[in-house]
């Protein structure tokens, strides 16, 4: 039964009981929980003093003994727990009706996802026989919890909705693209700041529209104030480095290149300056749209997103400043991921919406520096995916999950059908806890012919 709890509260978590119905069986009485918990606490057990005790292991509840979980009613609330002793131990919120499986081995874990439907202190346990009078017993306080304090750092995340103009059926030109390079810090999260580098202040940079023969001058400006050199390399750009070569500019410096747009596609740009994968996780990556002649077929909506990874020395969900860790970016594990910059960008900060009967198209793009995307838009398939950012042969068709390499681009499209929040994702889910989810809005009628609830929709999900 245990068993079976615990993977209805992670099939709750990764697909939503909308979808998944089983995570209902958990608490009978309670509403439905959604994909995305709305606040994760990590414990650990271990031994304190001759007891046993839980320990905060993450966040602001970190090195706390039975430390106080503070929620907000109607929150959807996933705790981690982790065997720091190596005895046998669960997770049991019996006024939830809440209990998880047994863990022996140390460092073994389990999660368990529940909503806290209820105003009030309970209390969170381990079930097993005697550990509770050992010490193994902490609080959950539901209800009247201040929001974590905004960051007022600068909002570096980028607006999906600026995808500049269509080129349309005109002949060759040419243009000018400035950037600048710039070192700024950035809201990361909720109560959390990172120093970012960028292109323009946003990340990604800004989203650069040409045509297929267009002649483009490139100027980039490194800010005065910057620690770095800087540069950019244009895998657009048939030259050296596509254009890195002649781009590395010191603090307050700027140079120039022009290239002609040879090949029609999506592809991502970048600096190039060493240690260059540091340079893109910080967030110098961007893309740019070499538009076939004759211009895309018209959409109703189109989107820029790109996924990347950030690399700290403090864990993802932790409120304050982190900093940049080149151990755990060798080792290619990243604490924060994200889509467009920050944790709140494509959830909170930036609203996609369409309308029901819209297309659809997604320009997306992998800034990384090292992770792959598989990546997917939940409740809705690909009509249509332009495979790497391959904008001369026909597209793929009814795709699910289509895989993005680092450095690399794909432009899906797809007509809606029904309202509701579907979310982006790299399938990769664990990635999600990570922080990479986007939101796509769906507003207009319902189309029961295509999607019929025979339960409420929960609202949140
Ligand atoms: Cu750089």
Same mark, same amino acid.
């Given at each position: 039964?245990?068993? @079976?709890?615990?993977?209805?509260?992670?099939?709750?978590?990764?697909?939503?009981?909308?979808?998944?119905?089983?995570?209902?069986?958990?608490?009978?009485?309670?509403?439905?929980?959604?994909?995305?918990?709305?606040?994760?606490?990590?414990?650990?057990?271990?031994?304190?003093?001759?007891?046993?005790?839980?320990?905060?292991?993450?966040?602001?509840?970190?090195?706390?003994?039975?430390?106080?979980?503070?929620?907000?009613?109607?929150? *959807?609330? /996933?705790?981690?727990?982790?065997?720091?002793?190596?005895?046998?131990?669960?997770?049991?919120?019996?006024?939830?009706?809440?209990? &998880?499986?047994?863990?022996?081995?140390?460092?073994?874990?389990?999660?368990?996802?529940?909503?806290?439907?209820?105003?009030?202190?309970?209390?969170?346990?381990?079930?097993?026989?005697?550990?509770?009078?050992?010490?193994?017993?902490?609080?959950?306080?539901?209800?009247?919890?201040?929001?974590?304090?905004?960051?007022?750092?600068?909002?570096?995340?980028?607006?999906?909705?600026?995808?500049?103009?269509?080129?349309?059926?005109?002949?060759?030109?040419?243009?000018?693209?400035?950037?600048?390079?710039?070192?700024?810090?950035?809201?990361?999260?909720?109560?959390?700041?990172?120093?970012?580098?960028?292109?323009?202040?946003?990340?990604?940079?800004?989203?650069?529209?040409?045509?297929?023969?267009?002649?483009?001058? *490139?100027?980039?400006?490194?800010?005065?104030?910057?620690?770095?050199?800087?540069?950019?390399?244009?895998?657009?750009?048939?030259?050296?480095?596509?254009?890195?070569?002649?781009?590395?500019?010191?603090?307050?410096?700027? @140079?120039?290149?022009?290239?002609?747009?040879?090949?029609?596609?999506?592809?991502?740009?970048?600096?190039?300056?060493?240690?260059?994968?540091?340079?893109?996780?910080?967030?110098?990556?961007?893309?740019?749209?070499?538009?076939?002649?004759?211009?895309?077929?018209?959409?109703?909506?189109?989107?820029?997103?790109? /996924?990347?990874?950030?690399?700290?020395?403090?864990?993802?969900?932790?409120?304050?400043?982190?900093?940049?860790?080149?151990?755990?970016?060798?080792?290619?594990?990243?604490?924060?991921?994200?889509?467009?910059?920050?944790?709140?960008?494509?959830?909170?900060?930036?609203?996609?919406?369409?309308?029901?009967?819209?297309?659809?198209?997604?320009?997306?793009?992998?800034?990384?520096?090292?992770?792959?995307? &598989?990546?997917?838009?939940?409740?809705?398939?690909?009509?249509?995916?332009?495979?790497?950012?391959?904008?001369?042969?026909?597209?793929?068709?009814?795709?699910?999950?289509?895989?993005?390499?680092?450095?690399?681009?794909?432009?899906?499209?797809?007509?809606?059908?029904?309202?509701?929040?579907?979310?982006?994702?790299?399938?990769?889910?664990?990635?999600?806890?990570?922080?990479?989810?986007?939101?796509?809005?769906?507003?207009?009628?319902?189309?029961?012919?295509?999607?019929?609830?025979?339960?409420?929709?929960?609202?949140?999900?």
């Amino acid at each position: 039964m245990k068993t @079976k709890l615990l993977r209805n509260a992670i099939a709750a978590v990764l697909f939503g009981s909308v979808v998944m119905g089983p995570a209902q069986a958990a608490h009978p009485d309670g509403e439905a929980v959604t994909y995305r918990p709305d606040v994760t606490f990590t414990l650990r057990t271990d031994i304190a003093d001759g007891r046993l005790v839980f320990v905060g292991d993450k966040g602001d509840i970190k090195g706390q003994i039975n430390p106080d979980l503070k929620v907000e009613e109607g929150a *959807v609330v /996933q705790i981690n727990l982790v065997n720091g002793d190596g005895a046998i131990h669960d997770l049991a919120l019996p006024e939830f009706g809440v209990d &998880s499986d047994n863990i022996s081995g140390k460092n073994s874990s389990t999660t368990v996802v529940f909503r806290a439907d209820k105003n009030g202190e309970f209390k969170y346990i381990c079930s097993l026989p005697g550990h509770v009078a050992a010490g193994m017993i902490g609080k959950i306080i539901v209800g009247d919890v201040k929001p974590e304090p905004k960051s007022t750092a600068l909002d570096i995340s980028k607006n999906p909705m600026e995808v500049g103009t269509p080129v349309g059926k005109r002949g060759p030109q040419t243009h000018k693209v400035n950037l600048k390079t710039t070192e700024v810090i950035g809201q990361l999260g909720d109560g959390s700041t990172y120093k970012y580098w960028t292109f323009n202040n946003t990340v990604p940079g800004p989203f650069i529209r040409v045509r297929v023969g267009d002649t483009v001058t *490139v100027d980039m400006a490194n800010d005065k104030d910057s620690s770095m050199i800087h540069s950019v390399d244009f895998h657009a750009v048939t030259g050296p480095g596509g254009g890195a070569a002649v781009t590395q500019a010191a603090p307050g410096t700027s @140079k120039s290149f022009t290239f002609k747009a040879l090949n029609p596609g999506l592809y991502v740009y970048h600096c190039a300056t060493p240690s260059v994968a540091q340079h893109i996780s910080n967030g110098m990556y961007g893309m740019i749209l070499v538009e076939p002649e004759g211009g895309l077929p018209p959409v109703d909506r189109e989107f820029y997103v790109m /996924q990347g990874e950030l690399y700290t020395a403090q864990r993802h969900g932790e409120t304050g400043h982190h900093e940049f860790s080149r151990e755990k970016m060798m080792d290619e594990k990243p604490e924060h991921m994200s889509f467009n910059g920050n944790m709140n960008a494509l959830t909170k900060t930036h609203r996609m919406e369409a309308k029901v009967g819209e297309t659809v198209r997604i320009f997306f793009g992998v800034g990384g520096p090292n992770a792959t995307s &598989s990546f997917h838009v939940i409740g809705e398939i690909f009509d249509r995916v332009y495979n790497q950012g391959d904008l001369i042969s026909p597209p793929m068709q009814s795709v699910q999950t289509t895989t993005v390499p680092a450095g690399g681009a794909t432009m899906v499209e797809f007509k809606t059908e029904v309202p509701g929040k579907y979310i982006l994702v790299d399938h990769a889910l664990a990635r999600v806890e990570k922080g990479l989810a986007g939101l796509l809005h769906v507003v207009g009628d319902e189309n029961h012919d295509v999607f019929e609830a025979h339960s409420a929709v929960d609202p949140n999900h």
